[in-house]
């Protein structure tokens, strides 16, 4: 029998084609859970980063995802959720429950860089999308799913943190913010709804060659003005193994989190970054 055989998850920020959301949903249902996957599936200009790649605006790879989920042996619904929409999450619980019967696993993995950038320089709305996104829109799938998993007697949330939320590094301004306080959340509902049999804990992945990773690569090599393929060496460089990460091994580790192995684990931080320097 599959460890997950049964359970139902939702995963947030699952359209990207590098991403650890899309990772994550096809390890949880090659696990045998059914998953409801989710992305913002439109445009929207303001969480865009300037001569970077932009956000997922097509319901197209969701769709894909569900397909390729279902030739996995288990069951797949495709959402279009904004995170920053308190009423959108909702709703995504509600359909979930509508279509699977419950929610028993919830992978908070939506996030922006929009807020990367000296302290100074980050404008005040670049703030707030950091705030809406990496914290108040995992708050409010919390607070709509653990009333689901009460009723099914428990369930396992994971946070996408960072390292940026266990290490400041200059630079990361309102983006290392949001993630010291995904820490912050993980850690609270654990305390709170343990005794539920609710447990949440966080993975907080270095540098991993997703489309953000790509991102952050375009980024090194502007800032420091040197080429891409530089960059790239520095992004693997950083880390003790000598490599970036790949999606599917932070997706390992969501799985394992989320899965009856981790019965034990709440409230903890999880580290993958291949023995990456934490920072201040």
Request: aromatic share 6%.
């Amino acid at each position: 029998m599959k460890l997950l055989e049964g359970k139902v998850a939702i995963v947030t920020g699952a359209g990207r084609p590098k991403g650890m959301g899309r990772a994550s949903a096809l390890k949880l249902a090659e696990q045998g859970a059914s998953v409801v996957v989710t992305d913002l599936a439109r445009a929207r200009k303001d969480l865009e980063i300037e001569g970077l790649l932009g956000i997922g605006s097509d319901f197209a790879p969701l769709e894909r995802l569900v397909t390729e989920i279902e030739a996995l042996g288990s069951k797949s619904l495709a959402l279009a959720v904004d995170v920053t929409d308190a009423g959108q999450i909702q709703a995504c619980v509600e359909k979930a429950c509508e279509t699977f019967g419950g929610v028993d696993i919830m992978f908070n993995n939506a996030g922006t860089g929009v807020g990367v950038g000296p302290f100074l320089d980050i404008p005040n709305e670049n703030w707030d999308l950091s705030w809406q996104v990496n914290v108040k829109g995992m708050v409010d799938f919390c607070k709509a799913v653990i009333p689901k998993m009460l009723e099914r007697g428990g369930g396992a949330i994971v946070n996408n943190a960072s390292m940026a939320g266990l290490g400041a590094a200059q630079g990361y301004g309102a983006y290392t913010v949001t993630k010291f306080a995904v820490v912050g959340l993980t850690k609270l509902v654990a305390a709170e709804f343990g005794r539920q049999n609710i447990r949440c804990n966080a993975v907080c992945p270095g540098n991993i060659l997703t489309d953000m990773g790509e991102e952050e690569i375009k980024f090194i090599s502007m800032e420091a003005g040197v080429s891409e393929e530089e960059a790239r060496h520095l992004f693997g460089e950083a880390c003790s193994l000598g490599r970036a990460g790949q999606p599917e091994e932070v997706a390992d580790v969501v799985t394992f989190l989320a899965g009856p192995r981790a019965a034990f684990l709440s409230g903890v931080t999880v580290p993958v970054a291949g023995a990456m320097p934490l920072g201040i």
